[in-house]
Protein backbone atom coordinates (compact mmCIF):
# COMPACT_ATOMS: atom_id res chain seq x y z
CA UNK A 1 0.00 0.00 0.00
CA UNK A 2 1.17 3.16 -1.02
CA UNK A 3 1.70 5.69 1.95
CA UNK A 4 0.42 8.95 1.73
CA UNK A 5 3.00 11.36 0.60
CA UNK A 6 2.74 15.03 -0.94
CA UNK A 7 4.19 15.64 -3.77
CA UNK A 8 5.59 18.20 -6.63
CA UNK A 9 3.13 19.72 -9.02
CA UNK A 10 3.25 17.56 -12.34
CA UNK A 11 3.57 14.46 -10.64
CA UNK A 12 1.05 12.47 -12.72
CA UNK A 13 1.21 8.44 -11.80
CA UNK A 14 -0.22 7.39 -8.97
CA UNK A 15 1.86 5.55 -6.57
CA UNK A 16 1.64 1.74 -6.21
CA UNK A 17 -1.50 0.66 -3.96
CA UNK A 18 -2.97 4.75 -4.20
CA UNK A 19 -6.21 4.49 -5.34
CA UNK A 20 -7.23 8.03 -3.49
CA UNK A 21 -5.89 11.08 -4.58
CA UNK A 22 -6.50 14.99 -3.12
CA UNK A 23 -5.26 16.93 -6.09
CA UNK A 24 -5.01 20.19 -5.30
CA UNK A 25 -5.23 23.90 -7.46
CA UNK A 26 -1.43 24.65 -6.52
CA UNK A 27 -0.72 21.70 -8.44
CA UNK A 28 0.20 19.31 -5.60
CA UNK A 29 -1.27 16.21 -5.39
CA UNK A 30 -1.80 13.90 -1.87
CA UNK A 31 -1.96 10.18 -2.51
CA UNK A 32 -4.39 8.01 -0.11
CA UNK A 33 -6.41 5.14 -0.05
CA UNK A 34 -10.11 5.53 -1.46
CA UNK A 35 -13.59 4.72 0.33
CA UNK A 36 -16.98 5.40 -0.10
CA UNK A 37 -18.61 6.81 -3.40
CA UNK A 38 -16.07 6.84 -6.62
CA UNK A 39 -15.37 9.78 -9.29
CA UNK A 40 -14.18 12.69 -8.55
CA UNK A 41 -16.10 15.64 -6.79
CA UNK A 42 -14.24 19.72 -6.51
CA UNK A 43 -14.38 21.89 -3.56
CA UNK A 44 -12.77 23.73 -1.10
CA UNK A 45 -10.72 21.92 1.69
CA UNK A 46 -11.30 22.26 5.45
CA UNK A 47 -10.79 20.59 9.00
CA UNK A 48 -12.94 19.67 11.62
CA UNK A 49 -11.54 18.83 15.01
CA UNK A 50 -14.29 17.08 16.22
CA UNK A 51 -13.68 13.93 17.54
CA UNK A 52 -17.39 12.25 17.26
CA UNK A 53 -20.26 13.05 14.99
CA UNK A 54 -18.74 12.01 11.74
CA UNK A 55 -22.09 11.04 9.97
CA UNK A 56 -23.92 14.14 11.24
CA UNK A 57 -20.53 16.44 9.96
CA UNK A 58 -21.34 14.48 6.86
CA UNK A 59 -24.67 15.51 6.58
CA UNK A 60 -24.82 18.99 7.25
CA UNK A 61 -26.09 20.95 4.16
CA UNK A 62 -23.68 23.79 5.15
CA UNK A 63 -20.60 21.71 3.94
CA UNK A 64 -21.95 21.95 0.05
CA UNK A 65 -18.85 22.98 -1.99
CA UNK A 66 -16.74 21.49 0.91
CA UNK A 67 -14.32 18.62 1.28
CA UNK A 68 -13.54 17.84 5.23
CA UNK A 69 -10.45 16.65 6.74
CA UNK A 70 -11.04 15.23 10.09
CA UNK A 71 -8.20 15.69 12.42
CA UNK A 72 -9.23 13.40 14.42
CA UNK A 73 -7.44 9.73 13.01
CA UNK A 74 -9.65 7.16 13.99
CA UNK A 75 -13.02 8.16 11.84
CA UNK A 76 -15.16 5.39 10.83
CA UNK A 77 -14.57 3.15 14.00
CA UNK A 78 -17.85 3.44 15.33
CA UNK A 79 -19.62 2.33 12.14
CA UNK A 80 -22.85 4.49 10.88
CA UNK A 81 -26.79 4.09 11.30
CA UNK A 82 -29.92 5.69 9.72
CA UNK A 83 -30.70 8.02 12.72
CA UNK A 84 -27.67 10.83 13.10
CA UNK A 85 -28.14 12.30 10.06
CA UNK A 86 -28.78 16.00 9.42
CA UNK A 87 -30.23 16.17 6.13
CA UNK A 88 -32.44 13.92 3.66
CA UNK A 89 -29.35 14.43 1.17
CA UNK A 90 -25.72 14.84 1.56
CA UNK A 91 -24.03 17.47 0.71
CA UNK A 92 -20.45 17.63 1.84
CA UNK A 93 -18.23 16.68 -1.57
CA UNK A 94 -16.14 13.88 0.53
CA UNK A 95 -13.54 13.61 3.79
CA UNK A 96 -10.33 13.16 4.21
CA UNK A 97 -8.98 10.19 7.22
CA UNK A 98 -5.60 9.45 8.57
CA UNK A 99 -6.70 5.89 9.08
CA UNK A 100 -8.64 2.90 7.50
CA UNK A 101 -12.10 2.92 8.15
CA UNK A 102 -12.40 -0.23 10.73
CA UNK A 103 -14.93 -2.35 11.73
CA UNK A 104 -17.95 -0.83 13.52
CA UNK A 105 -17.85 -1.21 17.12
CA UNK A 106 -20.85 0.44 18.54
CA UNK A 107 -24.13 -1.11 19.52
CA UNK A 108 -25.97 1.46 17.91
CA UNK A 109 -24.17 0.91 14.62
CA UNK A 110 -25.88 -0.93 11.99
CA UNK A 111 -23.36 -0.83 8.91
CA UNK A 112 -19.77 0.20 8.14
CA UNK A 113 -19.08 3.51 7.91
CA UNK A 114 -17.15 2.89 3.97
CA UNK A 115 -20.56 1.91 3.00
CA UNK A 116 -22.89 3.89 4.04
CA UNK A 117 -20.54 6.63 2.99
CA UNK A 118 -20.94 4.80 -0.28
CA UNK A 119 -24.41 4.87 -0.21
CA UNK A 120 -24.69 8.34 0.31
CA UNK A 121 -22.56 9.01 -2.91
CA UNK A 122 -19.60 10.64 -1.04
CA UNK A 123 -15.88 10.09 -1.72
CA UNK A 124 -13.29 9.78 1.11
CA UNK A 125 -9.67 9.24 1.39
CA UNK A 126 -7.77 7.23 4.03
CA UNK A 127 -4.06 7.20 4.22
CA UNK A 128 -3.72 11.12 4.73
CA UNK A 129 -1.57 12.99 6.65
CA UNK A 130 -4.00 15.20 7.96
CA UNK A 131 -1.75 16.74 10.20
CA UNK A 132 0.60 18.16 7.48
CA UNK A 133 -2.81 19.18 5.58
CA UNK A 134 -4.20 20.95 8.46
CA UNK A 135 -1.25 23.01 9.33
CA UNK A 136 -0.84 23.65 5.61
CA UNK A 137 -4.69 25.00 5.61
CA UNK A 138 -3.74 26.66 8.76
CA UNK A 139 -0.75 28.77 7.48
CA UNK A 140 -2.08 29.60 3.84
CA UNK A 141 -6.06 29.08 4.03
CA UNK A 142 -8.32 26.74 2.75
CA UNK A 143 -7.29 25.35 -0.61
CA UNK A 144 -9.74 24.16 -3.43
CA UNK A 145 -8.99 21.45 -4.80
CA UNK A 146 -10.30 17.78 -6.33
CA UNK A 147 -11.04 14.61 -4.18
CA UNK A 148 -10.97 11.58 -6.24
CA UNK A 149 -11.42 7.77 -6.00
CA UNK A 150 -10.10 5.08 -8.27
CA UNK A 151 -10.09 1.53 -7.60
CA UNK A 152 -8.33 0.91 -10.19
CA UNK A 153 -5.50 3.41 -9.41
CA UNK A 154 -6.13 5.18 -12.73
CA UNK A 155 -5.81 9.08 -12.53
CA UNK A 156 -6.46 11.66 -15.53
CA UNK A 157 -4.01 13.78 -13.53
CA UNK A 158 -4.60 17.05 -16.11
CA UNK A 159 -8.11 16.59 -15.98
CA UNK A 160 -8.69 16.54 -12.02
CA UNK A 161 -6.08 19.52 -11.69
CA UNK A 162 -7.75 21.36 -14.28
CA UNK A 163 -10.75 21.11 -12.83
CA UNK A 164 -9.84 21.91 -9.13
CA UNK A 165 -8.08 25.34 -10.69
CA UNK A 166 -11.43 26.15 -12.62
CA UNK A 167 -13.78 25.73 -9.85
CA UNK A 168 -14.20 29.60 -9.21
CA UNK A 169 -13.97 29.05 -4.98
CA UNK A 170 -16.91 29.84 -2.28
CA UNK A 171 -16.39 33.47 -2.12
CA UNK A 172 -19.31 34.88 -3.95
CA UNK A 173 -21.00 31.27 -4.22
CA UNK A 174 -25.00 31.43 -3.51
CA UNK A 175 -25.28 27.46 -2.38
CA UNK A 176 -28.53 27.99 -0.21
CA UNK A 177 -30.50 27.89 -3.25
CA UNK A 178 -29.42 24.70 -4.18
CA UNK A 179 -29.83 22.69 -0.88
CA UNK A 180 -32.86 23.67 0.15
CA UNK A 181 -36.29 21.88 -0.02
CA UNK A 182 -38.58 22.53 -2.65
CA UNK A 183 -41.85 22.60 -1.00
CA UNK A 184 -43.18 24.05 2.27
CA UNK A 185 -43.78 21.65 5.10
CA UNK A 186 -44.34 20.86 8.77
CA UNK A 187 -41.66 19.71 10.90
CA UNK A 188 -42.82 17.19 13.45
CA UNK A 189 -39.83 15.40 16.00
CA UNK A 190 -37.98 16.48 18.73
CA UNK A 191 -34.24 15.44 19.68
CA UNK A 192 -33.06 11.93 20.30
CA UNK A 193 -32.91 10.11 23.90
CA UNK A 194 -31.42 6.78 24.42
CA UNK A 195 -33.89 4.20 24.88
CA UNK A 196 -36.70 6.36 23.10
CA UNK A 197 -35.08 7.77 19.53
CA UNK A 198 -36.23 10.86 18.35
CA UNK A 199 -39.34 12.49 20.22
CA UNK A 200 -42.82 13.51 19.16
CA UNK A 201 -43.74 16.72 18.18
CA UNK A 202 -46.06 18.21 21.32
CA UNK A 203 -49.47 18.61 21.06
CA UNK A 204 -51.94 21.48 21.63
CA UNK A 205 -51.64 25.33 21.08
CA UNK A 206 -47.78 25.90 20.51
CA UNK A 207 -46.41 29.39 19.36
CA UNK A 208 -45.57 29.40 15.56
CA UNK A 209 -42.13 29.74 14.18
CA UNK A 210 -41.49 29.72 10.13
CA UNK A 211 -38.20 28.48 9.85
CA UNK A 212 -36.88 29.57 6.56
CA UNK A 213 -34.20 26.73 5.36
CA UNK A 214 -31.34 28.00 3.75
CA UNK A 215 -29.46 24.49 4.17
CA UNK A 216 -30.56 23.44 7.97
CA UNK A 217 -29.33 20.57 9.69
CA UNK A 218 -32.27 18.83 11.46
CA UNK A 219 -31.68 18.97 15.06
CA UNK A 220 -32.07 22.85 14.90
CA UNK A 221 -35.65 22.07 14.12
CA UNK A 222 -35.38 19.67 16.79
CA UNK A 223 -34.87 21.62 19.26
CA UNK A 224 -37.41 24.13 18.50
CA UNK A 225 -39.70 21.59 18.79
CA UNK A 226 -38.41 20.64 22.34
CA UNK A 227 -38.24 23.63 23.33
CA UNK A 228 -42.16 23.80 22.34
CA UNK A 229 -42.88 25.34 19.36
CA UNK A 230 -44.80 24.38 16.27
CA UNK A 231 -42.51 24.49 13.31
CA UNK A 232 -43.46 25.08 9.89
CA UNK A 233 -40.16 25.17 7.02
CA UNK A 234 -39.86 27.12 4.03
CA UNK A 235 -37.75 27.12 1.05
CA UNK A 236 -34.69 29.90 1.02
CA UNK A 237 -36.62 32.07 -1.73
CA UNK A 238 -40.33 32.42 -0.23
CA UNK A 239 -41.81 35.77 -0.24
CA UNK A 240 -41.86 37.84 2.93
CA UNK A 241 -46.40 37.90 2.15
CA UNK A 242 -46.06 34.40 1.83
CA UNK A 243 -44.17 33.99 5.13
CA UNK A 244 -46.13 36.29 6.98
CA UNK A 245 -49.02 34.72 5.64
CA UNK A 246 -48.79 31.73 7.56
CA UNK A 247 -49.54 34.10 10.71
CA UNK A 248 -45.76 33.02 12.43
CA UNK A 249 -45.35 34.13 15.91
CA UNK A 250 -41.36 33.80 15.39
CA UNK A 251 -38.78 33.61 12.66
CA UNK A 252 -36.08 31.32 12.55
CA UNK A 253 -33.29 31.86 9.87
CA UNK A 254 -31.36 28.69 9.10
CA UNK A 255 -27.86 27.70 8.62
CA UNK A 256 -26.82 27.06 5.47
CA UNK A 257 -23.55 26.61 2.47
CA UNK A 258 -21.83 28.83 0.92
CA UNK A 259 -21.36 32.76 0.65
CA UNK A 260 -23.44 34.95 2.95
CA UNK A 261 -23.29 38.07 0.83
CA UNK A 262 -24.22 36.18 -2.36
CA UNK A 263 -27.19 34.66 -0.87
CA UNK A 264 -27.83 38.08 1.28
CA UNK A 265 -29.79 39.15 -2.34
CA UNK A 266 -32.59 37.28 -1.93
CA UNK A 267 -32.57 36.45 1.66
CA UNK A 268 -31.60 40.31 2.82
CA UNK A 269 -35.24 42.02 1.51
CA UNK A 270 -37.40 39.28 3.20
CA UNK A 271 -35.43 39.22 6.42
CA UNK A 272 -35.97 43.14 6.18
CA UNK A 273 -39.65 42.99 5.55
CA UNK A 274 -40.38 40.27 8.16
CA UNK A 275 -38.15 42.49 10.70
CA UNK A 276 -40.09 45.60 9.88
CA UNK A 277 -43.39 43.29 10.38
CA UNK A 278 -42.19 43.41 14.01
CA UNK A 279 -41.53 39.57 14.14
CA UNK A 280 -39.07 38.23 16.97
CA UNK A 281 -36.20 36.37 14.93
CA UNK A 282 -33.55 33.73 15.45
CA UNK A 283 -30.50 33.10 13.41
CA UNK A 284 -28.01 30.33 13.40
CA UNK A 285 -25.01 30.37 11.46
CA UNK A 286 -25.45 32.07 7.83
CA UNK A 287 -28.64 32.62 9.93
CA UNK A 288 -26.66 35.07 11.81
CA UNK A 289 -24.72 36.19 8.74
CA UNK A 290 -27.85 37.15 6.77
CA UNK A 291 -29.58 38.86 9.51
CA UNK A 292 -26.01 41.16 10.01
CA UNK A 293 -26.00 41.82 6.43
CA UNK A 294 -29.98 42.75 6.77
CA UNK A 295 -29.08 45.25 9.57
CA UNK A 296 -26.72 47.00 7.52
CA UNK A 297 -23.19 45.02 8.90
CA UNK A 298 -20.71 43.24 6.63
CA UNK A 299 -19.56 39.80 6.45
CA UNK A 300 -15.82 38.70 5.68
CA UNK A 301 -14.08 35.62 4.31
CA UNK A 302 -12.04 33.58 7.26
CA UNK A 303 -8.44 32.44 6.25
CA UNK A 304 -9.55 29.07 7.62
CA UNK A 305 -12.56 28.94 9.33
CA UNK A 306 -13.78 27.22 12.65
CA UNK A 307 -15.15 23.69 12.17
CA UNK A 308 -15.24 21.79 15.64
CA UNK A 309 -17.28 20.97 18.51
CA UNK A 310 -15.01 22.45 21.33
CA UNK A 311 -14.94 26.40 20.71
CA UNK A 312 -15.02 28.24 23.56
CA UNK A 313 -17.69 31.43 23.59
CA UNK A 314 -17.62 34.33 25.98
CA UNK A 315 -21.27 35.48 26.74
CA UNK A 316 -21.09 38.84 27.32
CA UNK A 317 -24.00 39.16 29.37
CA UNK A 318 -22.72 37.43 32.17
CA UNK A 319 -18.74 36.64 31.29
CA UNK A 320 -19.81 32.45 31.27
CA UNK A 321 -18.15 30.41 28.69
CA UNK A 322 -20.42 28.32 26.32
CA UNK A 323 -18.50 25.33 24.59
CA UNK A 324 -20.13 25.55 21.65
CA UNK A 325 -20.34 23.77 18.13
CA UNK A 326 -19.07 25.52 15.16
CA UNK A 327 -18.89 25.06 11.31
CA UNK A 328 -18.19 28.71 9.11
CA UNK A 329 -15.56 29.89 6.74
CA UNK A 330 -17.38 33.44 6.78
CA UNK A 331 -17.87 35.78 9.69
CA UNK A 332 -19.75 38.79 10.71
CA UNK A 333 -17.24 41.50 11.07
CA UNK A 334 -18.29 43.03 13.97
CA UNK A 335 -16.96 46.18 13.51
CA UNK A 336 -20.06 47.08 10.86
CA UNK A 337 -22.70 46.37 12.79
CA UNK A 338 -25.13 49.25 13.34
CA UNK A 339 -25.95 51.30 16.22
CA UNK A 340 -28.76 49.68 18.30
CA UNK A 341 -26.61 46.48 17.93
CA UNK A 342 -25.68 44.46 20.91
CA UNK A 343 -22.82 42.56 20.82
CA UNK A 344 -23.48 39.32 22.88
CA UNK A 345 -21.19 36.86 21.94
CA UNK A 346 -17.62 36.45 21.08
CA UNK A 347 -14.84 34.03 20.06
CA UNK A 348 -12.37 33.34 22.58
CA UNK A 349 -10.35 31.85 19.41
CA UNK A 350 -9.49 34.79 17.67
CA UNK A 351 -12.20 37.29 18.92
CA UNK A 352 -14.16 37.00 15.96
CA UNK A 353 -18.05 37.54 16.57
CA UNK A 354 -20.11 35.11 17.80
CA UNK A 355 -23.54 36.72 17.96
CA UNK A 356 -25.26 40.07 18.35
CA UNK A 357 -28.87 41.13 19.70
CA UNK A 358 -30.32 43.97 17.89
CA UNK A 359 -33.20 44.70 20.80
CA UNK A 360 -35.49 47.15 19.47
CA UNK A 361 -35.89 44.53 16.35
CA UNK A 362 -36.43 41.81 18.66
CA UNK A 363 -34.14 39.79 16.89
CA UNK A 364 -30.51 37.78 17.96
CA UNK A 365 -28.53 35.28 16.27
CA UNK A 366 -25.11 33.53 16.81
CA UNK A 367 -22.29 32.51 15.11
CA UNK A 368 -21.58 29.08 16.57
CA UNK A 369 -24.36 25.90 16.43
CA UNK A 370 -26.56 25.53 19.63
CA UNK A 371 -28.00 22.29 18.53
CA UNK A 372 -24.83 20.94 18.52
CA UNK A 373 -25.37 17.77 16.53
CA UNK A 374 -22.01 16.71 17.13
CA UNK A 375 -21.30 18.83 19.96
CA UNK A 376 -21.73 20.18 23.93
CA UNK A 377 -25.15 21.10 24.68
CA UNK A 378 -24.11 24.28 26.37
CA UNK A 379 -26.08 26.61 24.22
CA UNK A 380 -29.59 24.62 24.00
CA UNK A 381 -30.69 27.72 26.17
CA UNK A 382 -31.02 29.54 23.13
CA UNK A 383 -33.69 27.59 21.64
CA UNK A 384 -36.09 28.17 24.86
CA UNK A 385 -34.99 32.22 25.08
CA UNK A 386 -36.55 32.40 21.51
CA UNK A 387 -39.82 30.24 21.72
CA UNK A 388 -40.50 31.44 25.20
CA UNK A 389 -40.73 34.80 24.21
CA UNK A 390 -43.30 33.74 21.81
CA UNK A 391 -45.45 32.18 24.01
CA UNK A 392 -45.29 35.38 26.11
CA UNK A 393 -46.13 37.45 22.94
CA UNK A 394 -49.43 35.09 22.57
CA UNK A 395 -50.20 35.55 25.89
CA UNK A 396 -50.18 38.90 25.72
CA UNK A 397 -51.73 39.53 21.94
N1 LIG B 1 -22.89 26.46 9.15
C1 LIG B 1 -23.20 27.52 8.44
O1 LIG B 1 -24.33 28.00 8.41
C2 LIG B 1 -22.10 28.09 7.56
C3 LIG B 1 -22.35 29.50 7.12
C4 LIG B 1 -21.46 29.94 5.96
N2 LIG B 1 -21.69 29.11 4.81
C5 LIG B 1 -20.01 29.91 6.38
O2 LIG B 1 -19.27 29.07 5.93
O3 LIG B 1 -19.61 30.72 7.17
Redesign the pocket.
Known amino acids: MAKATPTGPGTGSAPQGATGALVLADGSILWGRGFGATGAGVGEVCFNTAMTGYQEIMT?P?YAGQIITFTFPHIGNVGANAEDVEADKPRAVGCIVRQDVTEPSNFRSTERFDAWLAAQGQIGISGIDTRALTRRIRLAGAPNAVIAHAPDGRFDIDELLAMARSWPG?EGMD?AKDVTRDEQGDWTGGIWTLGHGYGAAGEGERPHVVAID??AKHNIFRNLVRAGARVTVVPAKTSAEAILALKPAGIFL???????AATGDYAVPVIRALMDAGLPIFG????H?LLALAVGAK?IK?HQ?HRGANHPVKRHADAVVEITSM?????VDAATLPEGAVVTHTSLFDGSNCGFEMPAKRAFSVQY?PEASPGPQDSFYLFEKFVSNLSNQNAEG
Do not use: E, K, R, V
Open positions: DSLLYGSNGPGDPICLGQTMGNHGFAH
